[in-house]
């Protein structure tokens, strides 16, 4: 299917984020969120320029602030050091809106499963490190600092308003390029939140901002009082007013493109998800009550819900959604890291993304990871360091030993490029190869030479045996495998 080329760079390129604090992907999928629906499913069709993925991961752990300050930095909590929702004494904002991490607990993680999160913790808290530094660049930082004009509506916690250096006193920063505005934790302010954003979309007199970003807390405090839960009506009343507000969102956002040359990237996601104390055993549920160590020292007595477990993946597991015109329709696979959501937006909004360890992805521009942080040089043949020219999960450590950046960073990615065919009844082969082959060969000549030579009665082995045997003829140096021709 041959895929439509990206928008013409004259049109304007514009992000609309919507933060959804606390929604678990299999709750979105159970709640009657019909807008939410449309999008996957318009994704898995091909119909919609959407993208998604269910089974991201929490990045570092399943707490709001080191969550959503992972996914806005696009740093690793090694970097940005927000180890605790307890952002009042963690932050120090100076007068230009530049945010600094006072001296922070590193994470390190209990091999240990499930609770032992928390003596993790407190591990790394003895281990403090020295501060205060500054926060690394969140995407509206880097957007202000292009120049771009940035507004966040956000609905309840104000950590992720906190953590782009504003508060009540402090709606407009970094030059007036960023304005803030705080809403009370309710529903209805949630659709005021949202009907400001329509009403905006709607003045096509005004050029909207590069950056709408939506953060909404409503969700996160339903499964906080009755409990993160497919079986908790109150969280998917919750998560189903959000998705009612991403119809009008969608809607505004259609009717806008249709007389502005501007190019929406509509971008949905989530910190983290959570689990009910009903359905958890006592001894976990106590950790959590007991225990000051989760939840910066608040007690989640009285509560039905929590998160905060990397190990459980109700608590861990992230949903990202993107749709727009420059969108590759499907399911991303494997799921984007959360490292990979700033890029994204990035390379969206056509800004610099390079000092960054995370990859952009689902977009249609989006290319092969250029190895330029780690060093190194790719060849002719494409090979680095005229070397290897592939993914490797296993061994070549060799290419892999910068601890600063993210395992797909590296010289050598262990990422595969990973490419879906249904097998059709025409199919006869399945024939495996590395590079040694495809550098000498095409598809259609690797057919034409065993094809020629499989009706006959020799063995599909001795077919396999005479091609490397051509292989390494064109050129000696080339190591070859053609391994399991199957039928
Ligand atoms: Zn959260």
Avoid at 227 to 234: H, K
Avoid at 241 to 264: F, M, S, T
Avoid at 274 to 288: C, I, Y
Wanted: glycine residues 8%.
């Amino acid at each position: 299917m041959a895929a439509e080329l990206p928008p013409p760079p004259h049109r304007s390129p514009k992000l609309l984020l919507v933060l959804i604090d606390g929604c678990r992907p299999d709750a979105l999928l159970a709640a009657d969120a019909p807008n939410a629906r449309a999008l996957l499913r318009g994704a898995k069709a091909g119909a919609e320029r959407c993208a998604f993925s269910l089974h991201s991961q929490t990045d570092p752990v399943p707490i709001s602030a080191p969550s959503w300050a992972t996914l806005l930095t696009g740093q690793p909590a090694s970097e940005h050091r927000v180890a605790s929702n307890d952002l009042d004494s963690l932050l120090v904002t100076d007068a230009q809106g530049q945010v600094f991490v006072n001296a922070a607990p590193c994470f390190c993680r209990s091999p240990r499963a499930s609770a032992c999160f928390v003596s993790a913790f407190s591990e790394a808290k003895r281990r403090r490190v020295a501060g205060p530094k500054a926060l690394p660049p969140t995407l509206f930082h880097r957007v202000a600092e292009h120049g771009g004009q940035c507004r966040l509506l956000n609905v309840g916690w104000a950590g992720v308003a906190k953590l782009c250096g504003a508060d009540q006193d402090r709606l407009s920063l970094l030059g007036g390029r960023l304005k803030v505005q705080l809403y009370r934790d309710e529903a209805s302010e949630l659709s005021v939140a949202v009907a400001d954003i329509v009403s905006t979309l709607e003045d096509l007199a005004a050029d909207a901002p590069a950056v709408l970003a939506l953060y909404t807390h409503t969700v996160d405090l339903a499964g906080h009082m009755h409990g993160f839960s497919l079986d908790v009506p109150q969280y998917l009343e919750a998560i189903e007013h959000v998705d009612a507000c991403l119809g009008r969102l969608r809607a505004a956002l259609a009717a806008r493109q249709g007389h502005k040359a501007e190019d929406w990237l509509l971008a949905v996601t989530t910190d983290h998800g959570g689990g009910a104390a009903k359905d958890m055993p006592r001894e976990l549920w106590s950790s959590f009550v007991d225990c000051g160590c989760l939840h910066q020292g608040v007690s989640q007595a009285g509560f039905e819900g929590v998160h905060g477990l990397q190990d459980l993946a109700t608590h861990s597991t992230r949903f990202l959604i993107l749709a727009g015109s420059a969108v590759r329709p499907g399911e991303l696979t494997p799921p984007p890291a959360a490292l990979d959501l700033l890029p994204t937006l990035l390379r969206h909004l056509r800004l610099p993304s390079d000092d960054l360890p995370g990859q952009s992805r689902g977009l249609e521009t989006t290319r092969p990871v250029i190895p330029r942080r780690a060093g190194g040089k790719v060849n002719r043949e494409g090979r680095i360091n005229g070397d290897l020219n592939l993914s490797r999960a296993l061994g070549d450590f060799f290419y892999k030993k910068n601890r600063r950046l993210a395992p797909e960073a590296q010289l050598i990615s262990p990422l595969p490029e990973v490419r879906c065919r249904q097998l059709i009844e025409r199919d006869r082969y399945l024939l495996l190869g590395c590079d040694g082959v495809w550098e000498r060969f095409t598809n259609q000549q690797v057919a034409d030479f065993l094809l020629k030579r499989l009706p006959s009665s020799r063995s599909i082995s001795q077919a396999c045996a005479e091609f490397l045997d051509s292989c390494l003829a064109a050129n000696s140096q080339n190591g070859a495998q053609a391994l399991n021709p199957k039928p």
